[in-house]
């Protein structure tokens, strides 16, 4: 009969089991020493984390969005993740979209049986809409969320791609979906915290998840964050000196150039390079895609 305490994210870690009689040093030498092993467990999961930005890329170039749903920490990583996507690469709000068991609360608190309610992962996504142009990436350290196993059913059943995220060998709930990630973390420092290594792995993978799909959609030039919008004073001074390496310009006029643009960095680039207006800079990328590298 399967237990939840056969997980691996479950079992005792023999590295860790005097822990409580270690000096600090002793302690945090302890962790740091079995976090050097969350990279590997998350290169093994590459190809299948591959298939997924495939998904991701397609579903935004048609239109669709990318949902990630969890709970607990897979759901606040999740939502971390999505946040940062509209500031980091002027991407429209509603394209990463994060969902998390128990609403906004569960954010900052826990909400207890949140992740046992499978009709609320229901509720809670019935207001997207979810269609075939939609991938939906259902995150559970354990697999045993039926949470997220019912929004994974939601969404499958909507003809969306689906994913499902997991820290072992295999989801202790397994259900249909297009793509299994496992990235086997292995017995935690701490037994059963998979707020430790398995949530690290589950935020390495949300930023290649992310990163690779808003690199294959031209959001970024070289390896230079070339679509933000300065909307603060580190974003302005960051985006001022990337049009500077680009373009050549000194500093004050690359700085000047970015105002004119009305703080696109893209668009200033496009502007100084081609040597055009703003508007003529617009529609010069839209023609492309946004990929800068075409334009230029």
């Known amino acids: ?38 990279a590997k467990a998350v290169e ?12 991701t890329v397609k579903s935004i170039q048609n239109g669709g969005r990318v949902f990630y749903v969890g709970a607990g920490t897979s759901g606040r990583l999740g939502v ?19 969902v998390i068991a128990g609403g906004e609360k569960a954010l900052r608190n826990s909400v207890e049986g949140a992740e046992d309610r499978p ?32 929004a994974l059913d939601h969404a499958r059943e909507n003809g969306a791609k689906t994913v499902y ?19 086997d973390t292995g017995a935690e420092v701490v037994t059963g915290s998979t707020r430790m290594k398995a949530g690290t792995a589950t935020k390495l993978i949300l930023n290649m998840i992310s990163t690779a799909t808003m690199i294959k959609l031209g959001k970024i030039y070289g390896n230079l964050m070339v679509d933000l919008m300065a909307v603060n004073d580190k974003l302005v001074d960051r985006g001022t000196r990337i049009i500077s390496q680009i373009t050549g310009l000194d500093f004050d006029s690359a700085k000047a150039k970015l105002y004119e643009a009305e703080k696109s960095v893209k668009t200033a680039i496009v502007m100084e390079k081609l040597n055009c207006s703003l508007d003529e800079a617009r529609t010069t990328l839209e023609n492309e895609n946004g990929f800068l590298r075409r334009v230029l």
Request: charged share 25%.
């Open 1 to 38: 009969m399967k237990t939840r305490g056969k997980l691996n994210t479950e079992q005792q870690n023999p590295k860790s089991v005097q822990i409580d009689s270690m000096s600090i040093s002793d302690i945090l030498k302890t962790i740091n020493r079995d976090d050097q092993t969350i």
């Open 44 to 55: 093994a999961a590459i190809p299948d984390i591959e298939k997924t930005v495939e998904f």
């Open 80 to 98: 971390l993740d999505a946040s940062e996507i509209p500031p980091t690469y002027s991407a429209p709000k509603g394209l990463f979209i994060g």
């Open 119 to 150: 009709e609320e992962a229901i509720q809670d996504l019935e207001k997207y809409k979810i269609n075939e142009n939609d991938t939906l990436i259902g995150i559970s350290c354990s697999g045993a969320a039926v949470y997220v196993v019912s």
């Open 165 to 183: 995220l997991v820290t072992n060998p295999n989801p202790f709930k397994m259900t249909a979906v297009d793509v299994v990630i496992n990235a």
